[in-house]
């Protein structure tokens, strides 16, 4: 068996768990008295503002004249009324009458306590875990773009999640061995016992509240800066992210009026490198570097601010 037929395999093994363990193929859901394609109608009308059936057909991909049918049932049910569209005449807005949104609001509850009885025997980090994976598959087989947001607020726990990027991705990437994780750990401890927010700033870029990458600005008795703890999940390079990430620190410097920047990198980072170089950093050391389990070459490079 192929990969790719592989993948496939086991996205249809799980499109059939959860199509059993949701009751989807039962003919009514919820033990109502409704399918649950009209269900999922009846939500759409009520939380879309002027929905006409054009465009519940392209939102939710449904035959029209399947779909003609459930308004059919809805009008007679006297679970919907229809508004007239002042620009065409033809079109006609879609609304739940009291009983519409009444019905909508009794399956709604129907289908939380489904899902609360589903999880209700899991603990609370295995609930976040599952509602992480879906909100990925959401975003990687939809059209919407993922919600990014960056923070400066250090909160408990944001150190520990980095250490954690910083040991599988540069174990992945680089082939780097435990002691650069603990080298790592070190790097933080040093900087969470004197962390100064007026003179230092850690940007944390998180997607959909999960954190994807950081880089921190670390102030130097001298007057100038470190740029330290630069990394970004794999799954969103090449997504403007690690750039952005980038800018708001230079400009931090300039704006705290530090002389100069300073960085410490390998070898191996030649997409970094590549970035650095770019906004003028200027390598001015290097030295041979064997603690981590591979050998490469240690490198600093210097900004002038």
Same mark, same amino acid.
């Given at each position: 068996?192929?990969?790719?037929?592989?993948?496939?395999?086991?996205?249809?093994?799980?499109?059939?768990?959860?199509?059993?363990?949701?009751?989807?193929?039962?003919?009514?859901?919820?033990?109502?008295?409704?399918?649950?394609?009209? +269900?999922?109608?009846?939500?759409?009308?009520?939380?879309?503002?002027? +929905?006409?059936?054009?465009? *519940?057909?392209?939102?939710?991909?449904?035959?029209?004249?399947?779909?003609?049918?459930?308004?059919?049932?809805?009008?007679?049910? %006297?679970?919907?009324?229809?508004?007239?569209?002042?620009?065409?005449?033809?079109?006609?807005?879609?609304?739940?009458?009291?009983? %519409?949104?009444?019905?909508?609001?009794?399956?709604? $509850?129907?289908?939380?306590?489904?899902?609360?009885?589903?999880?209700? %025997?899991?603990?609370?980090?295995?609930?976040?875990?599952?509602?992480?994976?879906?909100?990925?598959?959401?975003?990687?087989?939809?059209?919407?773009? $993922?919600? *990014?947001?960056?923070?400066?607020?250090?909160?408990?726990?944001?150190?520990?999640?980095?250490?954690?990027?910083?040991?599988?991705?540069?174990?992945?990437?680089?082939?780097?061995?435990?002691?650069?994780?603990?080298?790592?750990?070190?790097?933080?401890?040093?900087?969470?016992?004197?962390?100064?927010?007026?003179?230092?700033?850690?940007?944390?870029?998180?997607?959909?509240?999960?954190?994807?990458?950081?880089?921190?600005?670390?102030?130097?008795?001298?007057?100038?800066? @470190?740029?330290?703890?630069?990394?970004?999940?794999?799954?969103?390079?090449?997504?403007?992210?690690?750039?952005?990430?980038?800018?708001?620190?230079?400009?931090?410097?300039?704006?705290?009026?530090?002389?100069?920047?300073?960085?410490?990198?390998?070898?191996? @980072?030649?997409?970094?490198?590549?970035?650095?170089?770019?906004?003028?950093?200027?390598?001015?050391?290097?030295?041979?570097?064997?603690?981590? %389990?591979?050998?490469?070459?240690?490198?600093?490079?210097?900004?002038? *601010?």
């Amino acid at each position: 068996m192929t990969a790719e037929l592989s993948i496939i395999q086991r996205i249809r093994k799980f499109n059939r768990f959860y199509t059993k363990i949701l009751g989807l193929l039962d003919k009514h859901l919820l033990d109502s008295d409704y399918s649950l394609s009209e +269900v999922r109608v009846l939500f759409e009308i009520g939380n879309t503002e002027q +929905v006409t059936a054009k465009m *519940l057909t392209d939102q939710l991909r449904m035959d029209a004249g399947y779909l003609s049918r459930i308004l059919k049932r809805f009008d007679k049910l %006297g679970f919907t009324y229809r508004v007239q569209s002042g620009e065409d005449g033809r079109s006609s807005f879609l609304h739940l009458t009291k009983l %519409g949104e009444e019905t909508l609001s009794s399956m709604n $509850a129907l289908s939380n306590d489904q899902i609360r009885s589903m999880v209700s %025997g899991l603990s609370k980090q295995t609930k976040n875990q599952i509602a992480k994976s879906m909100t990925t598959i959401e975003n990687a087989l939809s059209d919407q773009s $993922a919600e *990014l947001s960056i923070r400066t607020d250090l909160q408990p726990g944001d150190a520990g999640m980095l250490i954690h990027m910083h040991g599988w991705i540069y174990a992945r990437d680089c082939g780097y061995n435990h002691v650069f994780e603990g080298y790592v750990c070190k790097t933080f401890y040093d900087f969470l016992l004197s962390y100064n927010p007026d003179k230092e700033r850690i940007w944390i870029a998180e997607v959909n509240g999960e954190i994807v990458g950081s880089i921190a600005i670390v102030h130097q008795s001298d007057g100038t800066g @470190q740029l330290r703890w630069f990394i970004l999940h794999p799954d969103y390079r090449s997504m403007g992210i690690g750039k952005k990430l980038f800018n708001e620190a230079i400009h931090f410097s300039k704006e705290k009026g530090f002389t100069s920047l300073f960085l410490e990198t390998t070898d191996d @980072q030649e997409t970094a490198i590549g970035m650095y170089k770019k906004a003028g950093f200027k390598k001015i050391s290097e030295q041979e570097n064997n603690a981590w %389990g591979k050998r490469h070459m240690e490198q600093t490079y210097e900004l002038q *601010l």
